[in-house]
């Protein structure tokens, strides 16, 4: 900047200039402290990670992925059925979550104002605020305790209700950033409101949806409250949503606490990849929402 | 306030006022539209005559605490009649926005038939295609590229595209709300010059607050203007080389002459 065109002294300058070298130090201390925080806390995440890696990785092995649970004293063993377990009750969780999210988030999108529109808004906030424990005590009321018996279902349902609240606001809000201009290009064309929606709005929405459903997951996939009372975990090969079922994020929970190494060692294994997971979908969300972004400015 | 005496309209207002919640934007509008004919609606920033214009197809409806009062007769129908659905009204009027809005995820070809023309084989929706296209000038611009995305094209080939793409549906009249108002010179003189040639197949009613264009462009000119309370109000309207060089009302010349808006 201080090149020779502007070799002006500072004290020619009227009065009302003066001062730069003040702001300019100021600007220098806030730009300094923002950028310290801004490492505190990319250190912190990148210590837990490193942790986490530096402790798990030598669990990981192909054994660990593919194989249940040994008993105590069986060297071996592995959380294989956990990744099942965790695929098929989050998998369940997202079919039940995604049509009825979706469309009540179009529907809010559309109908948004009104009575009904907003107290649904408040009702999926409050939703979204409530802790997941108690989703899953609702669950184990609900789908547990009346039958007896723990099921990986009521685990779905619990899921389902922890996905709901962010797949309603994040579909609205990606199907309000479409612009009105393209609704009612649509509406012109003599399109039925919903046909308009589904044809040419929803499909200008869908990364910005996909975008929200991937962050849904993974959400849930770092969940375990409301598995302790739900899906309750499992020693053994569970595919049936109807019975109890291994859950990557509970067989973690259940071998930390539990005093032999070998399983504490199993424990950091599981939340490493736990983390992959949950890395390869933000990861995968980020880059949906960078081709919408490209997408619309084209 | 007077209309033109022309027993071809098409299509009418009588009484129209259009609101936005409490607030009159268009008061008491009465109007007839010749049929194979364009007619500009003038008038400064704010006087309602985009209003007037999305009250003849009925998207006005379509914001939020939007409502209108009196009739609007295509061919002596009330379009705002309790039997007349509105998807039907919009089908025989259609419409160009100000700003190109192609559709973003469809190709070239799916937006130019996304009116939906059922019950037609490939082959045929491919010719109403390429007439739509050829009818907006556009046919041998795209030819080549009718599977890719039309957000590719330039601005004066979107509005184009989305030209064609309302004519594709064959209405019967033509509502443009200032065509040209995002594109430059030259590709605003291609816009004029097909609003011309469309005009002998449909009937053309274009907003638009270029007088120049309005003289260029149209067979009947309307003015508009907002009174003191902010209510859009026609003032007068006649054939344009009438409007344009012996108008009636003093306001009209003052706008016309550039004294004020």
Redesign the interface.
Known sequence: MASSVSAIAERDLPARYKGLGRRRFNSFLGTGLALFCALVAAASLLAILGYVVRQGVGAINWEFLTDVPHPIGVPGGGVGNGIVGSLIIIGIATLMALPVGLLTGIYLALFG?GVLPESLRFLSDVLSGVPSIAIGLFAYALLVAPFKHFSAFSASFAFMMLMLPLLVRTSEQAIRTV?Q????????????NFRATI??VL??A?PAIVTALLLAIARVTGETAPLLFTAFGSQFWETNPGNPMAELSLQVFTYAISPYPSWQAQAWGGALLLIVAVFVLSLGARLMLARAMR??S? | MTAVAAPAEILATDDLSAYYGEHKAVGDVSIQFRRKAVTALIGPSGCGKTTLLRCLNRIHEVLFDARVTGRVLLDGHDIYATDMDPMRVRRRIGMVFQRPNPFPTLSILDNVLACGRHGLTREQKLQVAERALRAAALWDEVKDKLKTSPLRLSGGQQQRLCIARAIAAEPEVLLMDEPTASLDPIATAVIEELMCSLAKEFTIVAVTHNMQQAARVSDVTAFMLADETRIGRLIEVDDTSKLFTKPRDPRTEDYITGRFG
């Open positions: 104002r612009p201009t393209v609704r009612e290009g649509a509406l012109a064309l003599g399109m039925s044809q040419i499909p200008t869908l997408g619309l084209e």
